[in-house]
């Protein structure tokens, strides 16, 4: 009963903050002042009471979008144990890549609905954007499950990896940072504060919301920052010897607020990706997430010549072990992009292409 | 200096002939010829024999025995928007051609309306149809449409953008303008010309200073008066003022469409710095009002002078420390190079000017190609490009700022406060003759041309904008770019909706 209560009140109060701090530090960083750190929540609540301007030809499902996706964070945020407490509900690692992806799902159907030329390009962009971002996660998560024995995410969380901490947590880290990056709109592959629709992946979705609708889609960003930070908080934390109930939540809060601080600072240093990169700088996350896989398979392997009964299917040691690396590409190929990032090109010119030229078709 | 006729058969060839030898075509217009027929006028610069890189302004008149144009645009591609607007505004119809598209003015405008003709259309030149825009068409599987503007997202100028694309790259971007078509050229020609400075900084008011001189120009020559040499001096020193101004401005989005925050920081606190030393130079931070025919409006006293160079140091100062984040920056520099490319070959068809064309590796630059004073005796040499892309352009917005920032040095150095700024002008302007202000400003070549009736009243006064070039090169720069580069390329032209719509 306290989980639930402290869970809900969290996801429902913490992310304004988190976002009104993340521009705070960022208007800092380029040395405006900034609006106050409680802009947020005034901003949502002007949001709730303004009336909607909805097209005319759109149906039922712009409506029920906004709040399909805000279901689906919300569900994330109840059963992902992101603030280093006993999380209310049961949650698991593919239920929760799933619940992101469906939430996604609404959002374009929604942006397509309208018929606009800038819904159609962001809900296209957004999905190419994730199709390659999602990868990266699943199986950097995968890696993390594999180690654990179980998918269950309280139960992946609780677990200490042993000697080849070293190397797995740095590489699980750089998957999740970048697809989380990708997944939240953020630099260096979207610009959150662009005013140019052209250029918008994130922002071009939601450009016919606005009132009740707007606010939901708002509140929905940025309880998804706040669970998946936490969630990024928590893997770190793996790499602590098991820590009290309140040190880590302290913990996590802290991580979530520096996570923040991170993000600010590669928005005001940085410049944003070029569209045709996007795939490159996936792929590093990718590449990282399958030598975290790698290195939890070998590993598993080695002890045991038994095949493990805690492993998922595709994952019992072979009897060649050069099995274990031709069963890379077909993972990369799953990584294809489609046909709007590179026409005609195969995947790899986009994954592998030199730093310039081969892209200029 | 008097007008040259040239036959209609003759024109197309001769300017091309004249664009080979290295000669550009300024503008291109008609007026009327007083005997109620038009005649067609173009104002071109022919290379000087004497010094290579140097051009001479002349007049061609070519009069028009009915309301058809003579065939132009195959020889002389530059010349396609001018013509064009010649449709709009005499409807005078291309021979080869049945039905124009119109450049500048809309549907919403009266059918046949063509403002600048003294008398009605030729019943038979008219077919009765009404002006409709007719956008290209591209074909094909997948290939889709992205309409944008012309109100758009943030406070700009409206136009139009018409994106053909294939997935994310353009295939062809069509620029639809004339959304600020207020009729101008005509108010300028019924304004008495004594009060016409104030219609003249309205044109485009970020180049307020560059309009304001390239009239001072005209009127002076058509006057044959000269400018005291401090007003000269001053002129100039406003006129590289707004040159830093408006780069400083468009460096800034250079950095904002790539989303770095830390640069456009950076320059946002210089900008401010160069509308300071506007404002010491002549009490304006948009230069406004300053250039008046004659000279200047006001002389420039010698604590103004102090405090400006103050301003000058500080611009030096703070500019050596900003550019390097942008040009040295490898993440800026992946974004801007190989994009928006404009090769030379169609740069110098489509007449790229300023420094767009020299980004482009065009050398025409209208301080040297004409030796204008004061340039001249300042040791100074126009900036190079090279790729034609928008890193091209950005190192040649960044090289101008430095030698704007150097020659403002030596101008205000220069300056005698006690000097005489400013002569007397005649009550009437002369009857029959043409005179023409050629000024490189901020964007480019910009050309004010005044023609005088036999009362001495002006018949014609013509404006051309560096944009009425340019546009066609960011439609040429668009294409083949994925979509959401373009407001990067956009930017590297930083082009005037107003100064073109006139």
Redesign the interface.
């Known amino acids: 009963m306290i989980g639930w209560a402290l869970y809900l009140a969290y996801t429902l109060l913490l992310p304004p903050l988190l976002i009104g701090l993340l521009r705070k530090l960022?208007s800092r960083?380029?040395?405006?002042q900034g609006p106050p750190v409680w802009q947020v929540y005034r901003d949502l609540a002007k949001l709730a009471r303004k009336g909607e301007t909805i097209s005319e030809t759109t149906t039922w499902v712009f409506a029920a979008a906004p709040s399909v996706a805000l279901g689906c964070v919300l569900v994330c945020a109840l059963s992902v144990p992101w603030l280093g407490l006993p999380a209310p509900l049961h949650g698991d690692v593919f239920l929760l890549v799933y619940l992101l992806a469906l939430g996604k799902f609404a959002m374009s159907l929604a942006a397509l609905d309208p018929g606009t030329?800038?819904g159609a390009?962001g809900a296209s962009?957004e999905a190419a954007v994730g199709v390659l971002a999602e990868p990266a996660l699943v199986l950097a998560l995968a890696a993390l499950a594999v180690q654990a024995g179980s998918s269950d995410l309280a139960v992946l969380f609780a677990s200490r990896p042993g000697a080849e901490l070293g190397t797995l947590l740095p590489l699980v880290g750089t998957a999740l940072w970048l697809s989380i990056t990708a997944e939240l709109a953020r630099?260096?592959v979207d610009?959150p504060?662009?005013?140019?629709?052209?250029?918008m992946i994130h922002e071009a979705l939601i450009l016919e919301n606005s009132g009740r609708n707007l606010a939901l889609v708002e509140l929905g960003a940025g309880i998804k920052l706040a669970v998946l930070f936490g969630l990024l908080a928590q893997v770190l934390l793996m790499g602590t010897p098991a820590l009290a109930p309140w040190a880590a939540h302290a913990t996590s809060l802290a991580l979530i607020v520096g996570a923040c601080a991170v993000v600010a600072f590669i928005?005001?240093?940085?410049?944003?990706?070029?569209?045709?990169?996007i795939p490159a700088l996936m792929a590093f996350g990718l590449t990282a997430a399958t030598m975290a896989c790698l290195i939890v398979a070998l590993k598993s392997e080695a002890p045991s010549p038994a095949p493990d009964r805690h492993a998922p299917a595709w994952h019992r040691p072979s009897a060649q072990p050069s099995d274990e690396t031709t069963a890379i590409p077909p993972q990369r190929s799953g990584l294809r992009p489609d046909?709007?990032?590179e026409?005609g090109g195969p995947a790899r010119a986009v994954l592998f292409a030199p730093?310039?030229g081969a892209e200029?078709? | 200096m008097t007008p040259t006729t040239v036959s209609r058969a003759d024109l197309a060839p001769q300017l091309k002939a004249l664009i080979e030898r290295g000669g550009r075509l300024a503008l291109l217009t008609a007026a009327d010829d007083g005997q109620s027929r038009l005649a067609l006028a173009a104002l071109v610069l022919s290379p000087d024999g004497q010094a290579a890189g140097q051009l001479r302004p002349a007049l061609w008149r070519t009069p028009l025995d009915d309301d058809t144009l003579p065939p132009l645009t195959r020889l002389v591609p530059q010349a396609h928007w001018a013509k064009r607007a010649l449709y709009d505004f005499f409807g005078l119809r291309p021979a080869d051609q049945a039905r124009p598209n119109p450049l500048l003015l809309h549907e919403a405008w009266p059918a046949h309306l063509h403002p600048l003709r003294p008398t009605p259309c030729d019943g038979a030149a008219e077919t009765g149809e009404a002006t409709r825009y007719r956008f290209l068409e591209v074909g094909g599987e997948?290939v889709?449409?992205?309409?944008?503007g012309p109100i758009?997202?943030?406070i700009i100028e409206p136009g139009h953008f018409r994106f053909s694309c294939?997935?994310?790259?353009i295939q062809h971007l069509e620029i639809r303008l004339g959304y600020q078509h207020r009729g101008l050229e005509e108010q300028l020609a019924r304004t008495p010309w004594r009060q016409a400075h104030h219609v003249v900084s309205t044109i485009s008011s970020d180049t307020a200073a560059g309009n304001a001189l390239a009239h001072a120009l005209a009127v002076e020559s058509l006057l044959d008066i000269e400018p005291p040499p401090a007003a000269v001096a001053l002129r100039a020193a406003l006129l590289e003022c707004e040159r830093v101004a408006c780069h400083l401005g468009d460096l800034i989005g250079y950095c904002a469409?790539?989303?770095?925050?830390?640069g456009?920081?950076a320059f946002s606190?210089l900008r401010p710095r160069a509308q300071i030393l506007s404002e010491w130079l002549c009490g304006s931070r948009y230069q406004a009002h300053a250039i008046v025919p004659g000279g200047l409006a006001r002389p420039l006293p010698g604590d103004q002078r102090e405090g400006a160079e103050h301003c000058v140091t500080q611009l030096i100062d703070g500019f050596e420390r900003a550019e390097p984040l942008l040009l040295d920056?490898s993440?800026?520099l992946?974004?801007m190079?190989?994009t928006g490319v404009v090769p030379r070959p169609i740069a110098d068809e489509i007449g790229l000017v300023g420094p767009a064309g020299r980004a482009a590796g065009l050398d025409y630059d209208v301080r040297s190609a004409l030796s204008q004073p004061p340039y001249a005796d300042l040791g100074w040499q126009p900036a190079r490009g090279g790729d034609g892309d928008v890193l091209a352009r950005c190192t040649v917005r960044c090289a101008e700022i430095r030698a704007s920032l150097t020659l403002l040095r030596r101008l205000l150095a220069q300056h005698n406060p006690d000097a005489p700024t400013r002569v007397d002008l005649p009550d009437r302007l002369p009857a029959d003759r043409w005179a023409c202000g050629l000024v490189e400003a901020w964007r480019g070549e910009l050309v004010h041309l005044v023609l005088t009736g036999d009362q001495g009243q002006i018949l014609r006064y013509a404006v051309k904008d560096p944009s009425f070039n340019n546009w066609t090169g960011l439609a040429v720069a668009a294409r083949?770019e994925?979509?959401?580069?373009?407001?990067l390329c956009n930017k590297s032209f930083g082009l005037s909706y107003s100064g073109n719509d006139l």
């Open positions: 960022k960083l380029q040395g405006r030329t800038f390009l962009r630099m260096p610009d504060t662009t005013h140019l629709e052209l250029t928005e005001t240093v940085m410049v944003r990706l070029r569209w045709r990169r046909a709007t990032l026409r730093r310039s200029h078709v | 997948g889709y449409e992205i309409p944008v758009h997202a943030g294939h997935g994310e790259v469409d790539t989303g770095f925050a830390a456009a920081t606190l920056n993440g800026a992946e974004r190079a190989g083949g994925v979509v959401s580069d373009f407001p």
